[in-house]
């Protein structure tokens, strides 16, 4: 019984806390989307995603790196855009966007005025107006004839960072495939970043590609890799991208914690007990690199179940008890202490921690399994048979519940 579930355990969990650890790992827009790999639970984590370091901006700069063009002659009005450009210039962008939106609520033609506006939200970070405005200035430049690439292109970006993929893609697949130009690592990443979002996981792996080629250094287009690769049940290539995503940014946790979950899930799958045992152990060091980044309860929940995979009992013991002192500490926690309690012969605790689990998971026949297991070792039948029954009315057609129950029955008083 001690080994008999412990591989396909860790892989079930496995999903669980790779979706759960770092759900809020960060809060930088866009959000994440659901692309789930099992019926029950999406085992890939979804970060939000930050500028990509391949693009030219930085803390000192604007969020976008491109000139706007030098303000043109209004052909309906007669609005002055000169100094609120100035301001954009200056960086001054709160009072850039004001004057702008003063002079377009004036001449709601000028399509240089909602473009400095734009500009400035985009750098101030109202992407939804920023959105809004840019995208009246491209109409407005449209029905001059006036189109400016720089405009389509900060629309673009404007529409990735306020969550509407689907009508940056066109514009971005545009700015990437002008004819005699190479194509911008930034904007290349960002079209990678809206088709990854709309589903179109061939071009959104085509482009990070493109994007890692042009600079290797990349860790976030690696990362997308490493979540498209686990998509495709491809964990050799997954785990390749992984790496090199948390060489190049060691403080990324959410590669940290998706390199965790895949190294517990290729060792779970594996048929080789010396290359799953190596996996084991590769867990354990993506884990110890995600604690020294994260040290809540879900982070050291990932990191004991690398621990209790690797056989390290005692030492998953110690992470998972400080991990149920927090106050969102989740069943699976709890499980996973009883399960290294119990590996390493610490009934009385092992049977504490399962009793906990059961209470936050009432529906978790793993629990039961452990529990009547831990009840049994310890020959409290009574116990241990009413924790198999309760196994059996979740899961009737287990035969394993079935055996374990018939086989303490004649005991249990």
Do not use: C
């Not at 992407?127 to 004839?145: C, F, G, P, R, W």
């Not at 793993?366 to 020959?379: D, M, P, S």
Request: proline share 6%.
């Amino acid at each position: 019984m001690t080994n008999k579930y412990s591989r396909n355990l860790l892989a079930l969990v496995a999903v669980s806390l790779s979706l759960t650890a770092f759900a809020n790992a960060q809060s930088s827009r866009p959000r994440r989307v659901k692309q789930p790999l099992t019926p029950a639970e999406d085992p890939l984590l979804r970060p939000e995603p930050k500028p990509s370091p391949t693009a030219k901006n930085n803390s000192n700069r604007p969020l976008i790196d491109v000139q706007p063009v030098q303000p043109v002659v209004n052909t309906v009005g007669t609005g002055d855009t000169s100094h609120a450009y100035q301001l954009l210039q200056q960086k001054q962008f709160a009072a850039a966007a004001k004057e702008a939106k003063d002079v377009a609520a004036q001449f709601p033609n000028d399509s240089e005025a909602w473009k400095i506006a734009g500009f400035a939200e985009l750098n101030l970070k109202q992407y939804e107006e920023a959105a809004n405005d840019l995208d009246k200035a491209l109409e407005l430049q449209k029905v001059s004839q006036r189109e400016d690439p720089n405009t389509a292109d900060a629309l673009a970006q404007a529409f990735v960072l306020a969550e509407k993929f689907d009508r940056a893609l066109p514009l971005l697949v545009t700015a990437t495939s002008r004819p005699g130009a190479q194509p911008d690592p930034a904007l290349l990443y960002f079209r990678g970043l809206a088709e990854y979002k709309t589903g179109k996981l061939v071009d959104a792996e085509r482009s990070f590609n493109a994007v890692v080629k042009a600079n290797p250094k990349d860790s976030l287009s690696l990362f997308y890799l490493g979540q498209i690769a686990v998509g495709k049940n491809d964990l050799d290539a997954a785990i390749s991208a992984l790496n090199r995503a948390t060489v190049n940014d060691p403080r990324f946790a959410g590669a940290w914690t998706l390199l965790t979950s895949v190294y517990l899930r290729r060792a779970a799958l594996s048929t080789d007990s010396a290359k799953a045992a190596a996996d084991y152990l590769n867990a354990v060091r993506a884990g110890e690199g995600l604690i020294k980044i994260r040290t809540d309860a879900a982070a050291i929940t990932l990191f004991g179940q690398a621990l209790i995979g690797s056989e390290q009992y005692a030492r998953a013991a110690a992470a998972l008890e400080r991990a149920t002192l927090a106050p969102d500490a989740k069943g699976v926690t709890f499980y996973l202490l009883g399960i290294a309690q119990s590996r390493a012969k610490n009934f009385p605790k092992a049977i504490a921690a399962l009793q906990t689990a059961a209470q936050k998971s009432p529906d978790d026949i793993n629990v039961y399994r452990e529990l009547g297991y831990a009840y049994e070792v310890t020959k409290q039948y009574a116990k241990a048979l009413a924790a198999y029954e309760k196994g059996l009315s979740l899961a009737p057609a287990d035969s394993d519940f079935k055996e374990a129950a018939e086989r303490v029955r004649p005991f249990a008083k």
